[in-house]
């Protein structure tokens, strides 16, 4: 009888932002476990993530969340084969708990260590259950910090397309969400209420940055509501507090009917800037329902029809799996870290 072969396990740690999170994934695709410790409560009243809290909630569950993923997996370090870790980009003071615990763990237990990249883990999220995605690929990542278009030609070696010149999309979510005065974290809150909205009750501006720009600028439409709502001379009365919930539904709704216009449209010209066949979608945004659907739009009408692959919401927003399943790509490819890795704000 042919012998099984041995899975490779990978332990992935993911604390670029105020998700505290580890995972066990095997052989890139087979998730064993997945443990995330949100912040959002703590993060709330400020509404916005503040880095010292960050780190300080991630110093205090590292180590737990760890050790569930590994009790979870069923697993031991002896079956665990390499420690991967996002160390770039991010919060410095949160990147540093998961990069420490890292190499603390890769040289307690004689493992190698794999140095991540967080952008390029979401774009794993996108193609974690599908075998052979056809490319070329255009990956979209959309998310708090982060709006970027990629040319994914080789899952180890993206190219960045385009990316955010000032507030990134979920950015800007959360600062509408906070001057229409709606709960944190806002993309999930502005998707439920612009539910009631008339998205074309406001045109809000759609910067594309001149003819062919790949890059992004969503500070212009969060300037825009604010002045709506506050008056140009920001001395007005707030006409949210006076504002009726329809009202406040048909700003939300279209808001976010602009910042997905400029999403697609901008995927849509580097589609067909690189002749991509597919179009991968991750970052916490991506989780948004209506993106979803013009995306799959948007790709549905391209002729020829193109491939729409989108993280499943589960693994939008941050979290180990993807850092696991990227690790054993790097694994693979024989791309270890040594201990003198540290942590990068930028990426």
């Keep these: 009888m042919k012998e099984k072969r041995k899975l490779i396990n990978i332990l992935g740690i993911e604390t670029s932002c105020d998700e505290t999170a580890a995972a066990i994934v095997a052989d890139g695709k087979v998730v064993k476990s997945s443990i995330i410790a949100s912040q959002d409560k703590l993060h709330e009243k400020y509404g916005g993530v503040v880095p010292e809290i960050a780190s300080r909630a991630h110093i205090e569950k590292i180590y737990p969340v760890i050790s569930k993923a590994i009790e979870r997996a069923g697993v031991n370090k002896e ?54 995605p056809q490319l070329p690929a255009v990956a979209l990542i959309v998310s708090g910090g982060h709006t970027c278009l990629y040319d994914y030609h080789r899952p180890l070696e993206p190219e960045l397309l385009g990316s955010t010149i000032d507030d990134a999309a979920g950015e800007a979510f959360d600062k509408v969400a906070g001057i229409l005065k709606l709960s944190y974290p806002g993309g999930p ?136 399943s990227l690790g054993y790509y790097k694994f693979k490819a024989g791309l270890f870290a040594d201990l003198t890795l540290e942590p990068q704000a930028s990426g």
């Design 79 to 132: 079956d665990i084969d390499a420690i991967a870790v996002a160390n770039q980009p991010g919060l410095t003071v949160a990147l540093i708990v998961g990069v420490t615990a890292a190499k603390t763990l890769s040289f307690a237990w004689g493992k190698p260590l794999i140095a991540i990249n967080h952008l390029h883990a979401h774009l794993q999220s996108a193609i974690l259950v599908e075998a052979n």
């Design 189 to 324: 809150a502005i998707e439920e209420i612009a539910k009631k909205g008339n998205p074309d009750a406001i045109r809000f501006p759609r910067s594309m940055l001149g003819e062919g720009s790949l890059d992004f600028s969503f500070s212009g439409i969060k300037t825009a509501v604010l002045y709506y709502c506050h008056g140009q001379d920001m001395k007005g009365e707030n006409k949210v507090d006076s504002m009726s919930k329809q009202e406040i539904a048909d700003i939300a709704a279209s808001f976010q009917s602009a910042v997905i216009d400029v999403l697609v449209k901008k995927t849509e010209l580097a589609a067909e800037k690189i002749g991509a066949k597919t179009i991968l979608v991750g970052g916490g945004v991506a989780a948004n329902t209506e993106l979803r659907n013009r995306l799959e739009q948007m790709c549905g009408s391209a002729d020829p029809p193109k491939k729409l692959l989108v993280a499943p919401k589960r693994y939008c927003t941050d979290n180990a799996v993807m850092v696991a």
